[in-house]
């Protein structure tokens, strides 16, 4: 009788194998709505984020709404980055299209809770940011154009973010009405941390900018520096910046407060 060698090694890895492209197979197969629904649940996340009319797979799907808290953001698809598995992260190509609305570029969201966010264009006209104010009776208007090259956020452990936006043609439209030019503003890592610079551009708005927000990866903050009427009659600019105290003898308004980010 013939015997017959059997490698028991070799068919083991086989196996796994096979579950492994099993698995796989099932993972991208999953409707996308199961994932959003199991991923954002009905707490927080679920406040944060809502996406409507959901379609696809975890791997290729999108949605017809997407909201950020208040602020309506328009359709968005996603392209899963296989690569991204294998080091435990789940890596997408965004893209989100609305009416006025474009954004692109790579989110990742990792194990232990990190995230990254890498060459991410953004464009949106300002007053879709109205909702962020809500209760509160301002309303600004201008566009936000920007472009986040880099950034790694992990609570307690890091807040690093590289990028540039700019709100051209930026205006407060209530409670005054304040005409405030052209607002830059810029990001730049510190080792495990960030600072931000605001300052106003081309010097075409009503007020003089010049503010610092440094943000660690603690969660802790601090704004510095000041603000200033650009010319001595504009008295509604003036009224409005009186909230923050008492000017120094050039007549700049200095900030200086600081906090905690919230549920970090």
């Known amino acids: 009788m013939a015997r017959i060698n059997i490698n028991k090694h070799k068919i083991r890895n086989y196996l ?10 099932v993972l991208f197969s999953v409707p996308a709505s199961l994932v959003s629904k199991y991923l954002l649940g009905s707490g927080s ?22 909201m950020l808290g208040r602020v309506k953001l ?7 980055n296989s690569l991204g598995l294998l080091a435990g992260n789940i890596d997408l190509d965004l893209l989100i299209n609305g009416e006025n609305t474009r954004a692109n570029g790579n989110v990742a969201i990792g ?18 940011l109205n909702g962020l104010f809500s209760g509160f009776p301002v309303s600004i ?7 986040m090259t880099n950034v790694e956020i992990k609570k307690n452990e890091m807040f690093r973010a590289k990028g540039r936006i700019v709100w051209q043609k930026a205006a407060l439209r209530a409670p005054h009405g304040i005409e405030l030019g052209d607002i830059l503003i810029e ?5 495990k941390n960030t600072r931000i610079t605001i300052s106003d551009q081309n010097e075409t708005g009503q007020l003089k900018i010049n503010l610092k927000l440094d943000v660690q990866s603690t969660g802790k903050y601090r704004w510095e520096g ?20 008492r000017p120094d003898s050039a007549g700049n308004y200095w ?8 549920n970090w």
């Open 226 to 245: 000041t603000l200033s009427p650009r010319n001595n009659d504009q008295t509604k600019l003036t009224e409005f910046l009186r909230f923050l105290g």
């Open 111 to 128: 194990l232990g809770g990190k995230f990254a966010m890498e060459d991410v264009d953004v464009r949106l006209p300002a007053e879709q």
């Open 45 to 66: 996340s679920a406040q944060l984020l809502n996406l409507q009319q959901i379609r696809g797979t975890l791997w290729k799907g999108e949605a017809q709404e997407t």
């Open 16 to 25: 796994l194998l096979g579950a492994g492209c099993y698995l796989l197979f």
């Open 187 to 191: 990001m730049e890592p510190q080792n």
């Open 255 to 262: 900030i200086s407060r600081s906090g905690q980010l919230t």
């Open 74 to 80: 328009g359709k968005l698809n996603w392209d899963l």
């Open 141 to 147: 208007g201008g566009d936000v154009l920007g472009k």
